[in-house]
């Protein structure tokens, strides 16, 4: 991408110098254009496991108040008696993602296909209930995990079916201690990346998350940080471990 815009860049100076347009307002293009691409902080605060009734509706609150947007990774079978909810994700303007149908390992990671159909199925879910057909998934419990290690095969199967993993680089572990104390949980969402993917729950259990959202956007409000959501455009983010000889 930028070396597209580099080429873009320099197609247009090269153009523009032949016209004999005053070099000051060359200049003055490409270092606006560079200030972009140095200081730009770029956060994208993520939540697994919802909806998650009034936790999920407390995050939405916050994230208005505050004028952000966030990525909410859906469990299927949750959204089948929640589908005003997950609505009203979409109407605020949050991105939405896949997180299975069931979020049970014992399906998920019994074969590839399951894992596929699980996320397919969710899929149409999201579609049926907001008219949005997304792209992104998120593994249950990450994609290397105790009973499952992400390889190049599934990779090519997932990316064929038109999907794409986005794990996350800064986790909270408000997935594995729900009940920590917000502040803790705040801290450790807390990061000084220049691109932050944060990994929050929204699911029943993380009350403790939504007090916390406040404290976690002010960080990163104060650090001059860009709030994004993740697309099909976005760089992909996963890992695969190389197995041991
Ligand atoms: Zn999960």
Not at 102 to 127: P, W
């Amino acid at each position: 991408m930028k070396k597209t815009l580099f080429i873009i860049f320099t197609c247009v100076f090269f153009m523009f110098s032949s016209f004999s347009v005053p070099t000051q307002a060359i200049e003055g293009k490409k270092d606006a254009s560079k200030e972009v691409a140095h200081d730009q902080k770029v956060v994208y605060i993520t939540f697994d496991d919802g909806p998650g009734g009034k936790v999920t509706e407390s995050m939405l609150k916050t994230l208005k108040e505050n004028g952000v947007h966030a990525t909410f990774f859906l469990i299927g079978s949750q959204i089948e008696y929640q589908k005003d909810l997950v609505k009203k994700i979409v109407d605020d303007g949050n991105a939405v993602g896949l997180h299975s149908y069931t979020h049970l390992r014992k399906n998920l990671y019994g074969s590839n296909a399951n894992f596929l159909k699980e996320m397919v199925d969710c899929q149409n879910i999201i579609y049926d209930t907001t008219g949005v057909k997304t792209n992104i998934l998120r593994f249950p419990f990450g994609c290397n995990n105790s009973f499952y290690k992400l390889n190049n095969d599934m990779i090519d199967k997932i990316h064929n079916s038109g999907l794409k993993v986005f794990e996350w680089n800064v986790d909270s572990t408000d997935g594995m201690y729900p009940s920590m104390p917000a502040s803790k949980i705040a801290k450790r969402a807390q990061s000084k990346k220049d691109t932050a993917v944060v990994l929050m729950h929204s699911g029943f259990v993380n009350k403790n998350s939504a007090e916390a959202l406040p404290i976690v956007i002010k960080y990163y409000k104060d650090n001059g940080y860009t709030f994004k959501t993740l697309n099909e455009d976005t760089q992909e983010l996963y890992r695969i471990i190389k197995k041991k000889r």
